[in-house]
């Protein structure tokens, strides 16, 4: 028991947890101490490769998102076995099997 600091044994627990913490009520009742006051952390600088795109202000309009898929409708599907619409390689040979 030598080797273990005397921060972990139970007399040590007990004596840090014998006195209850009260909520305060409001505000009222802090405690205020103009010279212990919180500042946030500074603000560090992010690693990495920096952004592409620019930052745009609030009154400036978002362009508007350009398609890059073109849409399939009105195609055909050719069998590249069969040489008929309406399947494909893949369903052919499903087809086949079954």
């Known amino acids: 028991m030598d ?4 921060f ?4 040590m627990y007990r004596a840090a947890y014998q006195f209850k913490i009260m909520p305060l009520r409001s505000k ?4 205020m101490d103009q010279y212990l ?3 946030p952390p500074p ?6 490769r920096p952004k592409t ?3 745009r202000e609030e009154r400036e309009q978002r362009p508007k998102k350009i398609r890059t898929k073109l ?6 599907v050719t069998c590249s076995i ?3 619409q309406g399947h494909n390689k893949a369903s052919f040979l499903k087809e086949e099997t079954s």
């Open 71 to 76: 849409s399939r409708k009105g195609i055909h």
């Open 53 to 55: 795109k620019r930052r």
């Open 3 to 6: 080797q273990i600091s005397s």
């Open 28 to 31: 009222r009742f802090y405690k």
């Open 37 to 39: 006051l919180i500042e």
């Open 8 to 11: 972990y044994h139970i007399d």
């Open 82 to 84: 069969c040489k008929q």
């Open 43 to 48: 603000v560090e600088k992010n690693g990495g």
